[in-house]
Every structure is written in structure tokens, then in C-alpha cells.
């Protein structure tokens, strides 16, 4: 018999329909009936690629005696962290707090007041390593809330108070400057793994946002040793078993320093993110490899994320099916010895093996290999080894293939539409450009409303009931600004000011500038979420600075300049002490420094030779944070092309920043120069 969960949109929590748990979904309906039957609240936050949350659901959640002591004891709640991130936020932050650690499956114990007393993640069916099992966790709880209820209840609101005592204030309002960005690189220098690339020890996850700092950095100051740590690290990613050598596009991390052994789920936002990264390092470099993983990366998007519906899936699981009916981590992946001769012959396995690092031991598990690059391209005949990618690809693709979450979440999104858009527009791929139109179209017809409100998520073409937070709005924004310099289309400039004209009025605090993650109209929480660091993906506090900062680019409009720049105060604060982990608010802040420049291409038409050649040479510029705008004289697309006439009939550019602009060129090689200055 389904539970509650029959009736969601949401792919996680229909995987829990059928379970014994009688499941609601986050609602007050559920807080209401805790009170009415004087029960605790179970809370269990996951996401469909999640591997433990897959384990933890198996071993007790499809337990049919766990089940019934927890409909017994509690009203339980299942949250898709992917659909509802406020909810996940507050209270992963009391789970950190707490324990100092947190992760997913998160299990926390709330009062029918939704105030949480206990915390924990994964909990096994028996007792392991230390951890208790998780019905003796429930016992437990039960326990202390029948005979301690008022120590309970203390606990609870204690927890809420120092919840409430964490407001972030950052001191004053001012951007960084030299002095905090050097800083911040001398920090990342400091953590850099010099012989693996990346940053730390294992996990290792791909610093997306970091890079994005390294390259703007390198491109405003000319700093080596910031170039170095991104193509370097972009190498060893591209090398490692992170990176899919066969389908192309990113696992979400590896478990190991070398970048070897992967957590395979692959996530839309490190696609996205990583697939933009890449194009941007072969944009300052012309690295080969670098041109190479930004398509085929942008390619795995397209052709294994998309929806019918024009947009982009959240992600594939790590868990597929061995072949004999269970389910296992990176079975889709990974190869053996003996499989490669299946596919290949005697003679062609072995080249793979060598070319793949292959071994008899195995790199994973049972004997098996996730796909490497150790050699460096050049000592194998490549057309050899295509020949043996498309082989190993084609059977692959026979194997059972791993779950899609096919929910379309409005930021990442945003994320895969700028990718698309700059990738296409670099390397001629009118297709890529195509879907990031697509996809922005559908943002606009199903998840904004008559108000440019969003909705967070859809799927299957239905809009889904939670509210869009701050990152929604900001990458929603930046995707659309770069679909903007891309296309000439002033409509998306249109449409990024509706959302970044929601961020200044419902989500920025007037007194201090700082913002927070969800409306001011949103639904209460025991907290009001916001965090100004990189987690994924750019926070939704960085995210929305560099969107307000590129819209007043365009328009010259002082309010979402000083927006932008009260907002970036936060990462003169952090930057120079942690800054790993607001990677975007230093790139940001990079592009304040730069400028950020301002490029009006105009022509006879859009299709005119010299105002494309002008246009590329505008989008290839390295300047931080640059806006580009073409179209013919006079238009009225963007404001950036007001009083822009061609210079002699030809094709002109122009280039502005700081109320400074420079003599108008006709020239492809001016304009370059000027760009890279």
C-alpha cells in the first residue's frame, strides 16, 4: 500500500512510496498531527543519488518491524534536500553544530514545534563500529521523550537559540581589494597538492569555484602560479577516474587523493560548473585537452541530463545493476582485464589496458578498474584508441544503465545554461547554444510566474510546488546574462533583471547588505537560512553578487552595483582565512577590480562576417567578468549599444569600464589587445 509520498513530483521521495514507513511529506498537515498524537518528529533528508541514503532505506526504511515501531512512535518526514535546500540547510547546520560533522542520509529528531534535539546520519540495522543501531536509536528517543520530556524540550530550545545567535555580520561593507585577493592566493597556494593537483586530502572534490578565481586571477595580474594550480588541477581531473574517459562529464568526487576511484554519481552542477571551467582554461591557454573535456562534457550533458521537456535532469546515481540483479556503487564504470578482451580481442585489450591503467588487481573493487589517462596523449595511436572508445562505449552502453533523477531544478539549471551557451559560442557548436536556449525557455514558461517569482523544481513538465531560494534566482540570472552576450538576444537581459530585482527586494537585508538564502515571505523556519560559502556549487549569497554585478554592467544601474558590492564584504572577510570555500565570491571580486568591462559589438547585422569575427573576439576575452552586447546601430536590445555607430561603415566594438571607455576599434587585433590588457 503507498504511503504519502505516491502523490510527490520529487524522484527521491517516490522511491520511498512503497516503503512500510507511513512517510509524509514536509508539511505543517505532519507538524499538526505530531502535536495531535504527542509524538516526536523523524526527520530524514536525502537525495536520489545518494548511495547511503539507497543502504539506509533498504536495511531498516523497507524493514517491515522498524517500520512499524516508527509509525508507532513517530510522525516520520522524508525531505528531498535537492527540492527543499532551506529545510536542508537549517538543519544541517544544527547537525554540524552538534556533532561536528554532517552528511547525507541526515536523521535529526524534532519536537512537534519542528525544534531539533538529536542529530545524526546514517544509522545501521545493528549495532557497528561504535554506532548504535538505528532501533536502538529509536528506542531511545522514545525513551527520553516519554520520561525526560522537559530535559528534552530544554535541549530543543537551546538549540534554536544558539541557532538564532549565529547571524553572520562581516564587519563593513566594502569589496575586497590587493591586498585580501593575494592573501586568499597565498592560502590556496598553501593547500595546494603540488603532485595531484586540487586542493587538501581525500575526499577530493573538484574545486569549481576555486578555478574560476585562479583564472580570473591570472588574467587580471598576469600571476603564474595562479594559472598553474588551474591547468594543472584541470589535468590531473581530466586524467583521473573522476573524469568519465569513455562518456565524457564528472563524478561528483573522489575518494582519494589521486583523483582514481570516484564516487560515480554525476551531478548536473559539477557538470556544469566544470564544463564552463574548462572552456574558460582553454579560452586563456588553447590547451587541447581543455577544448576536449569542455565538449565532451557539454556533450554528456546533452545527451545523457536532458529532458524531453528541453531541460536538464539533476543527476545520475552511482548504483546500477551488476548484471545479476543487485545494485552496486560504479558498476556501470569499471572494467576488468578479461571484460576488455570480451569487447576488444587479445590485442586491442591489451593497448586499453596500458592506455586506461588497467590492472589484474584492480583499481576499485573484485578486480575491476575505473578508466584512467595515465599516459599523456601522443604515445598511442589515436585513431587506435578512438576506435577502442567507441567499442568499449558502445557495450557499456548494453549494461544496465545507472537511475536518472529527472527533476529540473531551476539553478543548476542556470549553471548548465551559461556552460552550454559560452561553450558553444567558443568552439562553433550552434547545437550546444541551441540547448541553452532551450533550456532557458523552459525556465521562463514552467517555473516563472506572472511576478518573475520562481519555482524551484519540475519535472516531467510540471511546475513543482516549493518556492525558488537565493541560488535559484542568482544562477537563473547568471545563465541568462551569458545566454545574453551570447546570443544578442536582449530578452534574457530582460528577464535576468526580473530575478535580480527579486534578490534586492526580498532577499538582501537593507541595513547591512548581507543576503539571505530564502525570501522574506518564504515559509518560517525555526531559522532563517544563510550561508555565504561555496558548497557544490557557488553559494547563493556569491552567486547573486556576481549576477547583480553583471546586470549593472549592462545597465549602468547604480543600485545593483552597490548591491554587488555590499554583498562581496562577506569575502573580504573570509577570503584571506578560508578560501577554498568562497572560491566565488574571489571571482567576483575579481571582475569588481577588472571592472568589470563593457563590450558593444555593433554591425550591419548580426550575421555580417566582421561583427562576428568582432563578437567571438569579445566572448574569447580573458577581462574578469566582462559583459558583451551586439547588434545593429541604433537597437534598442541593450542599452549597451545606445549611440554606438559604426566607425566608416564597418563593424565596430567598444570597450568601456570604470565610466572609461577606449577609442572605438574596427579592428580584430585591437580588440584582443585591448581585452587581455
Known amino acids: 500500500m503507498p504511503n504519502r509520498l505516491a502523490h510527490e513530483t520529487s524522484p527521491y521521495l517516490l522511491q520511498h512510496a512503497d516503503n512500510p514507513v507511513d512517510w509524509w511529506p514536509w508539511s505543517a498537515e505532519a507538524f499538526e498531527e505530531a502535536r495531535k498524537r504527542n509524538v516526536p518528529v523523524l526527520l530524514s533528508i536525502g537525495y536520489s543519488s545518494c548511495h547511503w541514503c539507497h543502504v539506509m532505506a533498504h536495511e531498516s526504511f523497507e524493514d517491515q518491524q522498524t517500520a512499524e515501531y516508527l509509525n508507532a512512535h513517530y510522525v516520520s518526514v522524508k525531505v528531498d534536500r535537492e527540492e527543499r535546500p532551506d529545510v536542508d540547510a537549517v538543519y544541517m547546520e544544527a547537525v554540524q553544530a552538534a556533532t561536528g560533522q554532517g552528511g547525507w542520509p541526515m536523521t535529526v529528531f524534532l519536537t512537534p514545534d519542528a525544534e531539533p534535539f538529536y542529530f545524526g546520519t546514517y544509522f545501521p540495522p545493528g549495532p557497528r563500529q561504535g554506532m548504535p543501531s ?91 602560479g595562479a ?63 581543455a577544448r576536449r573535456v569542455a565538449l565532451e562534457t557539454a556533450d554528456f550533458m546533452v545527451r545523457e541530463l536532458r529532458t524531453n521537456e528541453g531541460g536538464f535532469a539533476s543527476a545520475l546515481d552511482a548504483d546500477s545493476d551488476d548484471g545479476t540483479g543487485k545494485h552496486v556503487e560504479g558498476a556501470y564504470y569499471v572494467w576488468t582485464p578479461e571484460q576488455l578482451r570480451e569487447v576488444l580481442g587479445e590485442q586491442d585489450a591489451e593497448l586499453a589496458v596500458r592506455h586506461f591503467g588497467v590492472t589484474e588487481e584492480g583499481t576499485f573493487e573484485e578486480g575491476a578498474s575505473v578508466l584512467q589517462l595515465p599516459v599523456r596523449e601522443g604515445l598511442s595511436d589515436a585513431d587506435k584508441v578512438a576506435s577502442i572508445r567507441e567499442r568499449l562505449l558502445a557495450a557499456r552502453s548494453e549494461r544496465p544503465a ?96 526580473f530575478l535580480v530585482d527579486h534578490v534586492l527586494a526580498r532577499f538582501t537585508d537593507p541595513e547591512s547588505g548581507s543576503l539571505y538564502d530564502t525570501a522574506a515571505d518564504a515559509e518560517r523556519l525555526i531559522r532563517r537560512p544563510q550561508d555565504p560559502t561555496d558548497n557544490a556549487a557557488p553559494s547563493g549569497w556569491t552567486a547573486a553578487a556576481g549576477a547583480l554585478l553583471g546586470y549593472a554592467a549592462h545597465t549602468g544601474s547604480e543600485p545593483h552595483r552597490t548591491a554587488a558590492e555590499r554583498a562581496l564584504g562577506v569575502v573580504k572577510a573570509l577570503g584571506p582565512r578560508v578560501p577554498r570555500f568562497i572560491g566565488w565570491g574571489l571571482a567576483v571580486a575579481e571582475a569588481v577590480l577588472d571592472g568589470p568591462r563593457e563590450v558593444a559589438v555593433v554591425g550591419p547585422s548580426f550575421d555580417d562576417e566582421g561583427t562576428r569575427s568582432l563578437h567571438r573576439t569579445a566572448l574569447l576575452g580573458t577581462a574578469p567578468g566582462a559583459v558583451v552586447a551586439v547588434g545593429v546601430p541604433g537597437s534598442e536590445e541593450f542599452p549597451l549599444l545606445s549611440d554606438r555607430p559604426l566607425v566608416g561603415g564597418e563593424p565596430t566594438a567598444y570597450v568601456c569600464r570604470n565610466f572609461t571607455c577606449d577609442a572605438p576599434t574596427t579592428e580584430v587585433e585591437r580588440l584582443r589587445a585591448v581585452l587581455s590588457d
Open 134 to 224: 538505528f532501533r536502538q536509536v529509536l528506542q531511545g528517543v522514545h525513551q527520553a521523550w516519554d520520561e525526560r520530556r522537559d530535559e528534552v524540550t530544554e535541549v530543543a530550545g537551546k538549540i534554536v537559540r544558539d541557532l538564532a545567535g549565529r547571524e553572520i555580520s562581516y564587519g563593513d561593507a566594502q569589496t575586497p581589494g590587493e591586498e585580501e585577493l593575494a592573501q586568499a592566493l597565498l592560502g590556496l597556494t598553501r593547500e595546494y597538492d603540488p603532485q595531484r593537483g586540487g586542493f587538501g586530502g581525500a575526499p577530493k572534490f573538484p574545486p569549481s569555484m576555486v578555478l574560476e578565481f585562479l583564472l580570473r586571477h591570472h588574467a587580471r595580474t598576469g600571476a603564474e
Open 227 to 289: 594559472l598553474q594550480m588551474a591547468s594543472d588541477t584541470c589535468e590531473r581531473m581530466a586524467r583521473g577516474g573522476i573524469y568519465d574517459q569513455l562518456g565524457g562529464g564528472f563524478a561528483r568526487y573522489s575518494v582519494d587523493r589521486d583523483w582514481v576511484v570516484p564516487h560515480f554519481e554525476k551531478m548536473l552542477y559539477d557538470n556544469a560548473l566544470l564544463c564552463r571551467v574548462y572552456a574558460h582554461l582553454w579560452r586563456a591557454t588553447g590547451s587541447e585537452l
Open 402 to 497: 545507472p537511475g536518472r533523477d529527472d527533476k529540473v531544478v531551476a539553478a543548476w539549471n542556470g549553471l548548465a545554461i551559461a556552460a552550454l551557451a559560452e561553450t558553444g559560442a567558443y568552439f562553433d557548436r550552434p547545437d550546444l547554444v541551441e540547448a541553452a536556449v532551450a533550456a532557458a525557455d523552459l525556465l521562463v514558461r514552467l517555473h516563472l510566474d506572472e511576478q518573475a517569482r520562481l519555482t524551484r523544481t519540475s519535472k516531467d513538465g510540471h511546475a513543482g510546488a516549493n518556492a525558488g531560494v537565493l541560488e535559484d534566482y542568482a544562477d537563473v540570472a547568471e545563465g541568462f546574462l551569458a545566454l545574453a552576450s551570447v546570443t544578442g538576444e536582449g530578452v534574457w537581459l530582460e528577464f535576468a533583471g
